[in-house]
């Protein structure tokens, strides 16, 4: 089925940097969403987009919705051990009930 | 703690076993979700449901049962699974159209023998 390109689909870095990661596809999408999923749990919810060019912040968190509709990325500014996780975009057309989900970036922090 | 609530957390079946998936939400959304979820794959929609009627269905297999009695509350029925249907099962909610954040349950991590 249809999916999203995700990347990188894995990252080592040192407490204190900064991260980001993106997806695309080839599709529009009218709603981007990034989620973290820790071991055993769901995935959380961590910022919506619903317009081309927006930029929303969470905390140390910032994602942008591409002017394309196509892509999004997330940066998370000084990372923190308990950034650790999966962290994974879904991308959402209107009138369709289908969430499409990238294949996930895996974020290991060094203390 | 996003509101939706699944039961049980774990559950090992063998492959002659009925068992049920329970979620409710609690956050007077009118669209639940199953999804399935296996290692190295990304998630895979397999029902959903708006206002309790069936309107997403991915051609999975017929030992898979949704029910969605009301809006709140949404089972999947299980029986004569394989093992290749081991996976964390996950539940979602939202609120309909034009609002299209979407919060998912802790997940019930199935395990069939």
């Known amino acids: 089925g249809q999916q999203l390109n995700q990347s990188p689909q894995s990252m080592f870095i040192q407490e204190g940097e900064d991260v980001s990661m993106n997806c695309t596809s080839s599709?529009?999408?009218?709603?981007w969403l990034w989620y973290k999923q820790d071991p055993g749990e769901g995935p959380v919810l961590l910022i919506a987009l619903y317009k081309a060019g927006e930029l929303t912040s969470n905390g140390r968190l910032t994602a942008q919705f591409g002017i394309t509709r196509k892509d999004s990325f997330l940066n998370i500014s000084a990372s923190i051990p308990s950034d650790v996780g999966i962290y994974f975009c879904?991308?959402?057309?209107?009138?369709?009930?289908?969430?499409?989900f990238g294949t996930g970036t895996r974020l290991k922090v060094l203390a | 703690e996003t509101g939706v609530t699944q039961t049980p957390r774990h559950l090992v079946m063998g492959m002659t076993n009925k068992k049920s998936l329970k979620c409710e939400q609690h956050?007077?959304?009118?669209?639940m979700y199953w999804y399935k979820q296996s290692a190295k794959k990304p998630l895979e929609l397999m029902f959903v449901y708006s206002l309790e009627e069936r309107v997403e269905n991915n051609s999975v297999p017929s030992r898979f049962s949704p029910e969605c009695p009301n809006s709140s509350h949404l089972f999947l029925h299980l029986h004569t699974l394989q093992p290749e249907d081991s996976a964390l099962y996950l539940c979602?909610?939202?609120?309909?159209?034009?609002?299209?954040?979407?919060?998912f349950g802790p997940g019930t991590r199935l395990t069939v023998l």
């Open positions: 599709s529009i999408f009218n709603t």
């Open positions: 956050l007077g959304h009118n669209a």
């Open positions: 979602a909610s939202s609120q309909g159209p034009g609002i299209n954040e979407q919060f």
């Open positions: 879904a991308g959402y057309a209107s009138g369709t009930y289908k969430y499409i």
